[in-house]
């Protein structure tokens, strides 16, 4: 799974995983996590994700990191928004209207690139590791965010060897195995969805579950 693999998803237009409505589970359960407008909200590998404009428009800040600089365009871009670009360390900086994405790698960030962030939206961010980086993933996630942080995360179950990913199948003991020693984590809402699925289906998946967890920090590294 290296970089180049999502530069040409992204240049050849084979963006699956992008959704283009709203996320209904951001929409329901994000009053769960308690986070007042004003504070930041970090959503790892968002893509060209217009649920950072539902973040936004909650009166949240939008901190955003992503890989591909056509999909950092291609956000602002397709929603009317004209962003400054700068450079920061590793990373292209485009900011616009409270909106701010890192366009480099996930592992080049540092805390203070997340000082007010206090929650955090993954969505597309852990299926879409294969199963080998998602520990050093969820390590690194501990060292960039603060004890108190909340984040929402949805998750796909499915028998693995059906279909290869991404996005990949995690489950529910992985899930607390990655987080379980530096976070409390609730299981909020657990749904089939195969039926609705038709890209599974055509890919030979039997069964599709889609789990949401709720997140709390606890400790931050030490």
Known sequence: MQPDFWHERWQQNQIGFHQEAINLHLQQ???????????????PLCGKSGDMLWLRAQGHT???????????????????LRATAST?????????????????????????????VRAVYDRASLIALPPEMRPTYAAHMQQLLAAGTRMLLVAFEYPQH??????????EAE??????????????????????????RDRGVSRLQEKVYLLTYNRAQE
């Open 29 to 43: 359960f994000w009053p769960q996590l308690g986070i007042v407008p004003g504070n930041g909200v970090f959503v």
């Open 62 to 80: 939008v901190v955003g990191v992503e890989l591909s600089q056509l999909a950092v365009q291609a956000f602002f871009s397709e929603n009317g």
């Open 88 to 116: 920061q360390g590793r990373f292209s900086l485009f900011e616009a209207d409270g909106i701010r994405l890192y366009c480099g790698d996930f592992f080049d960030l540092a805390a203070e690139d997340l000082a007010n």
């Open 162 to 171: 059906e279909m290869n990913g991404p996005p990949f199948s995690v489950q």
């Open 175 to 200: 899930v607390r195995a990655l987080y379980g020693g530096f976070c409390t984590i609730e299981l909020i809402h657990a749904i089939d969805i195969l039926a609705q699925e038709a890209r599974f």
